[in-house]
C-alpha cells in the first residue's frame, strides 16, 4: 500500500498503538512467563525482535489496511 501523502503523524502514533497494544499484551501473557528463567537481556533481546517481527510484517500491514480510509482523509473532510 501506498500513499499519495503521508498521514499526519498523530494518526501514524495512533494506528502504531492501536497494533502495538494488543500485540504486547499478548506478548506479556504467552510469552513473558515461559520466558522467566532466561536472564534479562537476552529476554529482552527475544521479546523485542519477535514483536518488532510481528509488527513489521502482520501487524502494520493489516492495521494499515484497516485504517487506510481514516489515515489518507483529508483535514477538510474530517470537520465536516
Do not use: Q
Not at 510469552?31 to 522467566?36: A, C, D, S
Not at 521479546?47 to 501487524?59: H, I, K, P, Q, R
Request: charged residues 10%; glycine residues 4%; positive net charge.
Amino acid at each position: 500500500m501506498t500513499f499519495d501523502t503521508a498521514p499526519p503523524r498523530w494518526k501514524a502514533a495512533v494506528s502504531a498503538w492501536l497494533g502495538l497494544f494488543p500485540l504486547l499484551a499478548l506478548a506479556e501473557f504467552l510469552l513473558v512467563p515461559r520466558l522467566g528463567a532466561v536472564p534479562p537481556v537476552l529476554r529482552l533481546a527475544l521479546l523485542s525482535a519477535a514483536l518488532v517481527a510481528a509488527m513489521t510484517y502482520v501487524v502494520s500491514p493489516v492495521t494499515g489496511r484497516l485504517l487506510h480510509p481514516w489515515l489518507t482523509r483529508s483535514p477538510e473532510t474530517e470537520s465536516s
